[in-house]
């Protein structure tokens, strides 16, 4: 009998089995109403981000003093702050900042606590002992104090605050795969697959991986959100981006002496924050719901 038959994803060649899956994917995310109005929200950062260039009036660190604090107007439509820096300018090259964070500390931190949770959990032994032993010291300190600690190592800057944040998400990314590669390694077929000779490798890639996409993805969705929450506080903190580098952590944190007098400095940056943080999070629900279906029935099948 053959291990490809066994598998209930084996039955056809990895590529035309990646490309059903996406298909099917996609088919379930676009009924999720919620996914969808969150994926227009974020897209619509991501165009601003993209064009920030060609859209933003001013450059972003340009300071004019004679126009300091002045009230939104046809020539700086969302005011300007302390030095005369266009808002709407630095808001959209902020939004550059934001989403190259949230996407670049996920995908590092995703990268490698894919890859110690995948050893712990198909190795065992020491080995996951000793691995399980390093998360667990990861996950003993929340998530912001995490990030704070490596970036009094690492110093300041964007940079530098992507590693930071990568290195705090390490944890969580590992414990999750490798409670989800214990329980794919218990099924029947990939203990067939092994006793036919199956190399290790193709076991990974062909029956654990994609048995366990599904809620690597649906973390990666939710970290992205935190991880731009935690950027924006270590900036508001003086711990994340250097100045005048536009980042709506800072530039919130810049605005909060003048709250009375310039509400728009700190109230600009910090919508465009929580909308994107809105899109995120609508966008990684409907991906949680489209992806596993138990999550939305309360765990039933």
Known sequence: MNAEVLSPAGALPPARRIARSAARGWRRLRAQHKAMAGGAIVLVFALAALFAPWLAPYAPTEQNFIDAMQAPSWAHP??????????????????????????????????????????????????????????????????????????????????????????????PFARTVRADVLQVKARPFIEAARLMGVPEREVILRHVLPNV??????????????????????????LGVVPPTPDWGLMIAEGRGFVSMAPWMS????????????GLNLLAEGLRDALDPRASHGGQA
Do not use: C, H, K
């Open 213 to 238: 996409a599904a809620p690597i993805l649906i973390q990666a969705g939710m970290r992205t959100s935190i991880a731009i929450l935690l950027a924006s506080g270590l900036s508001f903190l003086g």
């Open 78 to 171: 969302l005011g300007t702050d302390s030095f005369g820096q266009d808002i709407l300018s630095r808001t959209l090259y902020g939004a550059r900042s934001a989403l190259w964070i949230g996407f670049g500390s996920v995908a590092l931190g995703l990268l490698a606590g894919v890859t110690i949770g995948l050893i712990a959990g198909l190795r065992g032994g020491r080995v996951e002992w000793a691995l399980m032993r390093l998360t667990d010291g990861l996950l003993a300190f929340p998530e912001l104090i995490m990030a704070m600690a490596f970036m009094a190592v690492l110093g300041l800057g964007l940079g530098n605050v992507v590693l930071a944040l990568a290195l705090s998400f390490v944890g």
């Open 267 to 278: 109230g600009m940056p910090g919508l465009a924050l929580a909308l994107l943080l809105v």
